[in-house]
Structure formats: C-alpha cells, structure tokens
C-alpha cells in the first residue's frame, strides 16, 4: 500500500480586491503540463520544493521561495522531493499588478529580475496576505495584499520605484476612521474605504501610516480590541463579542487581544469580574 500523501488543493475569489484569485496545495505526485496564465502568478513555497521550466530555464525554489510567472508565459510545474511542495499561490489582474506600479511610480505591467527569488520578508508579506483573504477579511486582505504587491515589486521587478505620491491629507484619515467605527463588524475593502474618502488605496495607507503609526486594517483591529475590552468588562461572553465586532471567529480575537493587552479575553474578563461567588 502506497504512503504517499494524496495532492490537495483548494482554490477561492479575494474576498476584498476584485481580479485576484488563490490557491493552497500541497501537491507531491501532480505535475502541471506546459500552460501559461492570463494572470501575475505569485507562488510562495511553504515546505518542499517545486521545480518548473521558465523562459528556457529550469527553477528549483524552497520554502520562503517565490516563484514570480508572468501573464502569457509558458510553463511547467512538479515536485522536486519526495514528500512534494506545499504552497500559496496568488492570481493577480495585469491591471491590479500595473495600479501597484503606479503606486510606486514604476511603469505599468512590470517584468520581473528573475522567476524565482529568495526573499523571506516578501514571502511572509504575501503569506499574510493569502491567510487574511483566506479568512475572508475584507479590509486585512486588500490592505495587506497591496502591501505585499509594493514590496516585491520594489525589491524584484525591472526599474526602480520613482518618487512617491503626495499622500492624502489629513481629513481623508479621520472620516476614513469614523467609516470604520461605524463598520466595525463588516469594514469595507480598501479601495471602497479609499474611494469613499476622495483618495487612493496606497496615498491612504501612507496617510495612516504617517498620521497613526498603523495601516488601515491594523488600526480596525486596533480598535475592535478595545471595543473588546468594554464588551468583556461588561460581561459580553468572548465568543459573542467576537461576532459582535467582525473577527472571524474566537480564536482570531485571541489571537489580536493577547497581542495588545498580553492575556487573552477570557482571562481579562474573569480578571476584571473576579472570582465567582457562591451563594
């Protein structure tokens, strides 16, 4: 009987960016035929090795590796071990790659140096990215996909990034700030929160960045946490809070509440309520 692990991939639309798609696999016997994408095909290597043909050239990338293909460009695709590859994989829109260039003040439909690189931080920008639209948050998909699309094109395609645009100003933060207390529970992507401000997604980031010392989505979550601890100081169990305020689900307001306060909310709320009494 066989032990090899069976190919497992799993494929779903961006939850905040329109004209970006992903997949997850982990694929040890597959291997993809010559065929090309009409979309920027971002590969980020969890473990394994894949190994594909590329431009008349054979590319071998490792975990915290990324493989960068172009639209149009034919290539191929398999396993370079025994126990296969496991990656994420972000389809990114010609026009959702060019708008990032913009960005950046670099020409539109950008080539990439190399198709593979080694690049740790970019890699985990572009995992934190995947994971966000994997849990379907909206504001942290978009916000952080656009982040990790800067970052590698900054540090891997052809021509340097020209000055930066002017950001916007101040008032655009503090009604995009009002939006997002008003959407605790259901933010709006981005671009929407951007467009409703009279600004662009990346001159807003830097606007939050500058005014605030955080992007967009961190400061969401920033504020959700303190909402948090109202709700849990007033006897609001964590789970309800947490589906009050938009976090996917228990554990994600976990995950966020211990990182800012250094306890989780159960344990806030029994700290701030006591011990129970007995009668």
């Known amino acids: 009987m066989s032990t090899t692990a069976p190919d497992v991939a799993r494929c779903w639309r961006h939850p905040g960016l ?25 590969a980020v290597i969890d ?51 060019s708008a990032a260039a ?14 593979s690189a080694h690049d740790p931080g970019t890699a985990e920008a572009l995992r934190a990215a ?72 990346f001159s807003l980031v830097r606007a939050f960045q500058r005014s605030l010392g955080l992007p967009p989505h961190a400061y969401l979550n920033d504020l959700r946490v303190r909402r948090a601890r109202r709700l849990l100081a007033d006897g609001v169990p964590p789970a309800e809070a947490a589906a009050l305020l938009g976090f996917a689900d228990q554990a994600h307001l976990t995950r966020h509440f211990k990182r800012r306060t250094g306890v989780t909310p159960g344990a806030f709320r029994r700290g701030v309520h006591g011990p129970a009494r007995r009668g």
């Open 18 to 42: 329109p004209g970006v798609e992903l997949l997850q696999a982990h694929f040890v016997r597959h291997a993809f035929t010559r065929h090309s994408h009409d979309a920027y095909t971002l």
């Open 47 to 97: 473990s394994g090795l894949e190994v594909y043909d590329y431009r008349g050239s054979t590319h071998r990338v490792g975990p915290d590796g990324i493989a960068l293909v172009e639209p149009g460009v034919v290539h191929t695709g398999h396993s370079g071990a025994p126990e296969g590859w496991r990656y994420r994989v972000l389809y990114i829109d010609e026009e959702v790659v």
């Open 102 to 115: 913009a960005d950046l003040g670099m020409a539109a439909a950008p080539a990439f140096a190399s198709s």
């Open 130 to 201: 995947h994971r966000a639209a994997e849990r379907g948050d909206r504001l942290s998909a978009s916000s952080l996909t656009r982040r990790a699309l800067h970052l590698l094109l900054a540090g891997h395609a052809l021509g340097r990034p020209g000055g930066a645009p002017t950001p916007a100003p101040h008032r655009s933060v503090d009604r995009a700030r009002e939006i997002l207390r008003e959407r605790l529970a259901d933010p709006p992507p981005l671009e929407e929160l951007a467009a409703a401000v009279d600004a662009s997604p």
